[in-house]
């Protein structure tokens, strides 16, 4: 008993998919179309700053070393309640609270490169850094700016001392996320995917669709011998 294997004929399959554009295109489409209905509700702008803060040497070179060392352990205080607190009563907005500030703030260290720590260790110095997020941009200066004074006021209260500094303020901003492009990113997602899917549709089924077309597939790859092959003629062509 002859069994035909699975053979995927290259030319066929980007027959069928010329032949089916319109199928591909459609599911394209309405892929695409559901891309734009899933992206409507894509969110805002938004915008960050930077401010950033450092151990000076004012007094004395060991004040400076502990200022850092005390900066690289005590990084949880640069993001705590009690420093955005005092940060909310310096940006000085009643719309503003120190929850919100905790939670569009963002800390990093210098320290945390190994190139960086090194020169901490050798330099005595290390650069903390405040980027607060918002949907405004000017609130967003305000706030970084607002929460590196905090933070050197609450390590003067630690450390007895005003050897922590505020080294840049927030003189400008940039756009964190873009709701535009992140809209567009999506759309542009479904519909590839809609165009692959479409296309994979169509070849799979040629693939196995076992109809006869050949005779190459009607005697299983000339393992049977041909008895006769009857001919293909035109709808015009008139037999005499």
Request: proline share 1%.
């Given at each position: 008993?002859?069994?035909?294997?699975?053979?995927?004929?290259?030319?066929?399959?980007?027959?069928?998919?010329?032949?089916?554009?319109?199928?591909?295109?459609?599911?394209?489409?309405?892929?695409?179309?559901?891309?734009?209905?899933?992206?409507?509700?894509?969110?805002?702008?938004?915008?960050?700053?930077?401010?950033?803060?450092?151990?000076?040497?004012?007094?004395?070179?060991?004040?400076?070393?502990?200022?850092?060392?005390?900066?690289?352990?005590?990084?949880?205080?640069?993001?705590?309640?009690?420093?955005?607190?005092?940060?909310?009563?310096i940006l000085g907005r009643s719309d503003v609270e120190a929850?919100?500030?905790?939670?569009?703030?963002?800390?990093?260290?210098?320290?945390?490169?190994?190139?960086?720590?090194?020169?901490?260790?050798?330099?005595?110095?290390?650069?903390?850094?405040?980027?607060?997020?918002?949907?405004?941009?000017?609130?967003?200066?305000?706030?970084?700016?607002?929460?590196?004074?905090?933070?050197?006021?609450?390590?003067?209260?630690?450390?007895?001392?005003?050897?922590?500094?505020?080294?840049?303020?927030?003189?400008?901003?940039?756009?964190?996320?873009?709701?535009?492009?992140?809209?567009?990113?999506?759309?542009?997602?479904?519909?590839?995917?809609?165009?692959?899917?479409?296309?994979?549709?169509?070849?799979?089924?040629?693939?196995?669709?076992?109809?006869?077309?050949?005779?190459?597939?009607?005697?299983?790859?000339?393992?049977?011998?041909?008895?006769?092959?009857?001919?293909?003629?035109?709808?015009?062509?008139?037999?005499?």
């Amino acid at each position: 008993m002859y069994k035909n294997e699975l053979e995927i004929d290259v030319f066929r399959c980007f027959n069928a998919l010329f032949k089916n554009i319109k199928f591909i295109l459609c599911i394209t489409f309405l892929f695409f179309v559901m891309g734009v209905g899933l992206s409507l509700e894509s969110g805002n702008d938004t915008f960050g700053a930077n401010a950033t803060v450092y151990a000076s040497a004012v007094n004395s070179y060991s004040d400076t070393a502990n200022a850092v060392t005390a900066m690289n352990a005590y990084m949880d205080v640069a993001k705590s309640y009690k420093v955005c607190q005092r940060a909310a009563l310096i940006l000085g907005r009643s719309d503003v609270e120190a929850s919100q500030i905790q939670n569009s703030i963002g800390i990093s260290s210098s320290a945390d490169s190994s190139a960086a720590s090194t020169l901490a260790k050798t330099n005595a110095a290390t650069i903390i850094t405040f980027t607060a997020t918002t949907y405004d941009p000017e609130l967003s200066m305000a706030m970084a700016d607002a929460m590196a004074e905090a933070y050197t006021k609450e390590m003067a209260n630690i450390l007895h001392t005003d050897s922590v500094k505020v080294l840049d303020n927030a003189y400008t901003y940039y756009q964190a996320y873009s709701a535009n492009r992140a809209a567009w990113k999506k759309r542009i997602k479904f519909f590839i995917a809609g165009f692959v899917l479409a296309c994979a549709g169509v070849v799979l089924y040629e693939i196995l669709d076992r109809k006869v077309r050949t005779v190459r597939e009607a005697t299983i790859r000339n393992n049977l011998p041909i008895i006769g092959v009857i001919p293909d003629y035109k709808d015009n062509e008139v037999l005499h």
